[in-house]
């Protein structure tokens, strides 16, 4: 109970901080004109959000960052608040943050305005970064390979552990990315997935990990006092790419992988409808499978409103997150 009050503590600090930290960023990206530009392929009634700042993933970087480090500097004193593994994903964090903002970049002042990195470029970086943490998971951390959630036995993969690891997270970085097209979708479903498995490394005793998820939940509150519809700020790949990233580690930590189609369905799905569409445009020669890709567009061009995409999208992630949360408790 009490690492759980800790954890929620954290949360609470590091919504406060988010909040605090938010107007002073929107001024400067505006003062920068770090602004959106929305691609003419979208739906029409996006195009109203043209110049809205964006890399607002900073927003939720900076205090996550600040209290994992002063957590960890506490820890040199004697009192193990965090733990040293935290620092992973915590340089996961940062590691896709730092490729979102050059594709940010990119697709703002570079050469390739409206569209950023190529994406074999993007994709190329993905990869090598997660062959690396990957096995510093399996190789520093010893990390759970797998844990079926109904015996919570753990199952070691051998070689086949890498290509997975590198495959949830590059996956997941991806998914979220797709999920980051509407006010409020992104952010809504990354803070309840990372509750989730910030949840469940309480039930296993990884509190340091714990306490991680629960400051990105609180941060990532924060950025949706401002993100939320009409918003104010985009998180962009700055935010989308490290998040999804750190998501798919910190499932791995846990061993509870395989619960992320649960947990993570919606950002699952946004990523299956673009394979989708891919597959059966080229297989067509020219039809589409979804009115528009990611799946988000197709419901908005089906005659759903923005926010009710958005509500109804979280609704079904919160349900699918509580039924994968009770599989992991199932004994």
């Known amino acids: 109970m009490e690492n759980t ?17 938010g107007p002073p960023l929107i001024r400067l990206l505006k003062a ?12 029409d009634q996006h195009t109203e959000k043209t110049g809205t ?6 927003m939720i970087l900076i205090p996550v960052t600040i209290l994992t480090i002063l957590f960890n500097a506490v820890s040199i004193f004697g009192f193990n608040l965090l733990g040293r593994s935290v620092l992973l994903p915590l340089v996961t964090l940062w590691m896709y943050a730092i490729l979102g903002i050059i594709d940010d970049w990119e697709g703002i002042r570079g050469p390739r305005q409206g569209l950023g990195m190529r994406a074999r470029v993007k994709f190329g970086i993905q990869v090598i970064f997660a062959i690396a943490i990957a096995f510093a998971l399996r190789d520093i951390l010893d990390v759970p390979q797998l844990i079926w959630f109904t015996s919570q036995e753990v199952f070691y993969l051998g070689p086949l552990y890498i290509p997975i690891a590198v495959f949830v997270i590059v996956g997941m970085s991806n998914a979220v990315n797709f999920t980051d097209g509407l006010d409020g979708l992104a952010g809504l479903i990354s803070a309840t997935a990372f509750a989730a498995f910030g949840f469940v490394a309480v039930i296993q005793g990884q509190n340091f990990l714990a306490r991680f998820c629960f400051s990105v939940v609180g941060a990532l509150f924060g950025f949706l006092w401002f993100n939320v519809h009409p918003a104010m700020l985009f998180m962009g790949d700055t935010g989308s790419l490290a998040l999804g990233a750190t998501l798919g580690v910190v499932a791995l930590m846990t061993g509870q992988w395989l619960i992320i189609p649960l947990i993570a369905i919606i950002p699952v799905s946004e990523a299956l409808s673009v394979v989708i569409q891919i597959i059966y445009f080229k297989a067509t020669g020219g039809e589409r499978f979804f009115k528009m890709a990611p799946l988000h567009h197709h419901f908005e061009l089906s005659g759903w409103s923005e926010t009710q995409v958005v509500q109804r999208f979280w609704l079904i992630s919160l349900i699918f997150t509580m039924l994968g949360v009770a599989l992991i408790l199932v004994e």
Do not use: C, N, Q, Y
Request: net charge positive; aromatic share 8%.
């Open 5 to 21: 009050s800790v954890a929620i503590a954290i949360s609470g600090l590091s919504f406060i901080m988010t909040v605090i930290w």
């Open 32 to 43: 920068w004109r770090i602004g959106k530009i929305v691609r003419e392929d979208g739906p």
């Open 53 to 58: 700042p964006t890399m607002g993933g900073l």
